[in-house]
T-cell receptor, first 115, second 110 residues
Framework: EPEVTQTPSHQVTQMGQEVILRCVPI?????FYWYRQILGQKVEFLVS????????KSEIFDDQFSVERPDGSNFTLKIRSTKLEDSAMYFC?????????????FGAGSRLTVL | DQQVKQNSPSLSVQEGRISILNCDYT??????FLWYKKYPAEGPTFLIS?????DKNEDGRFTVFLNKSAKHLSLHIVPSQPGDSAVYFC?????????FGTGTRLKVLA
């Protein structure tokens, strides 16, 4: 069964460092998302991406965050200058088209620990 | 601004009995609702969904009920099995994004 692949599975970084989280969405999917989950809390929407541009973003997704689809397969989330409160599980997700009936398929997540 | 709420953080049920997980939402513009299951250290996995034009959808042991007037949906698992123990998130779709609830941790006791 096709799956969304995320790397790294766990990254530890110092506060103020830049981090890039990588995702390979399912190949025929067109809509891409990043969510995050701070330990014990809800899964929070960060950003959605379609046709090489951001279609929606949350108030969490401020100027320190950026997303990119540098080639036909990868979808990356960059955090420019990490803060302690960025420590969380970051989930990439994708779906085939714009209908809400399409299921969002998640990757296993990347755990980010900011020290 | 919690548009999707799951008011029960946890639920324990005996194996073989029914598990009922509840979810409330505030935005009447949501047009699809989904339930996801999440194990520790894994991403959420899709369980079942329902369109806003329906009031029930069934898939094996899982049934989702939607009450639009009350802005409430529920997931019924019958019979519950120990392998169902996980965190369950409801999600609502609208305006190009899915909004997730806070999750309910279900523990099925053998």
């Amino acid at each position: 069964e096709p799956e969304v692949t995320q790397t790294p599975s766990h990254q530890v970084t110092q506060m103020g460092q830049e981090v890039i989280l990588r995702c390979v969405p399912i190949s025929n999917h067109l809509y891409f998302y990043w969510y995050r989950q701070i330990l014990g809390q809800k899964v929070e929407f960060l950003v959605s991406f379609y046709n090489n541009e951001i279609s929606e973003k949350s108030e969490i997704f401020d100027d320190q965050f950026s997303v990119e689809r540098p080639d036909g397969s990868n979808f990356t989330l960059k955090i420019r200058s990490t803060k302690l409160e960025d420590s969380a599980m970051y989930f990439c997700a994708s779906r085939r088209d714009g209908s809400g009936a399409n299921v969002l398929t998640f990757g296993a997540g990347s755990r980010l620990t900011v020290l | 601004d919690q548009q999707v709420k799951q008011n029960s953080p946890s639920l324990s049920v005996q194996e073989g009995r029914i598990s009922i997980l509840n979810c409330d939402y505030t935005n009447s513009m949501f047009d699809y609702f989904l339930w996801y299951k999440k194990y520790p250290a894994e991403g959420p996995t899709f369980l079942i969904s329902i369109s806003s034009i329906k009031d029930k959808n069934e898939d094996g042991r899982f049934t989702v009920f939607l009450n639009k007037s009350a802005k409430h949906l529920s997931l019924h698992i019958v019979p519950s099995q120990p392998g169902d123990s996980a965190v369950y998130f409801c999600a609502a779709y609208g305006t190009y994004k899915y909004i997730f609830g806070t999750g309910t941790r279900l523990k099925v006791l053998a």
